[in-house]
């Protein structure tokens, strides 16, 4: 995958496009040759100044120092604390989301917003348990962002399969 993305950031540089290069912590072995390519962004510059790289990676310690300290560094960490999760689930839900059953009369919005204030408390506890470790658990897992929107899509869907 090393050359490939050599080749895309070549190409990317002279016209303008971006590029993004994800879980580069797996490719140990290719971070000097990125470690290379982006020192010469400093000293000979890229042909189209719209040229953007973005790279994702977790922390690792063979991620190359040079990269981090001549780029924008972002972070996102889960908020701490239950009620800062339940806040920061509710937000990332959204109004549209709660008054999105409104279908056979508001049937569906009865269980519909009782279940997701469920499953974001769910959420929130299962965040706010990976700060005790292993303890009771067989296998560490980040119930992230992407688990909570796939949960709440199938419950979407359940609900709508309700009859009564």
């Not at 990269?67 to 972002?74: F, H, M, R, S």
């Amino acid at each position: 995958q090393g050359p490939v993305a050599e080749k895309l950031i070549q190409g990317s540089t002279k016209r303008g496009e971006w590029v993004c290069l994800m879980n580069c912590h797996l490719a140990v072995s290719w971070m000097g040759s990125l470690e290379k390519i982006v020192d010469g962004f400093s000293t000979q510059g890229v042909e189209d100044e719209n040229f953007r790289l973005w790279l994702t990676s977790m922390p690792s310690p063979s991620f190359p120092v040079a990269v981090l300290q001549n780029g924008i560094k972002l972070t996102n960490e889960p908020p701490r604390g239950m009620r800062a999760n339940l806040i920061g689930t509710f937000t990332m839900f959204g109004t549209d989301e709660w008054d999105c059953m409104t279908e056979r009369d508001g049937r569906d919005a009865m269980y519909w917003r009782k279940l997701l204030v469920g499953l974001a408390f769910f959420h929130a506890v299962v965040q706010e348990r990976r700060k005790y470790g292993p303890l009771g658990w067989n296998i560490r897992y980040e119930f992230n962002t992407s688990d909570i929107l796939c949960a709440k899509d199938v419950l979407k869907m359940f609900v709508k399969k309700i009859r009564q």
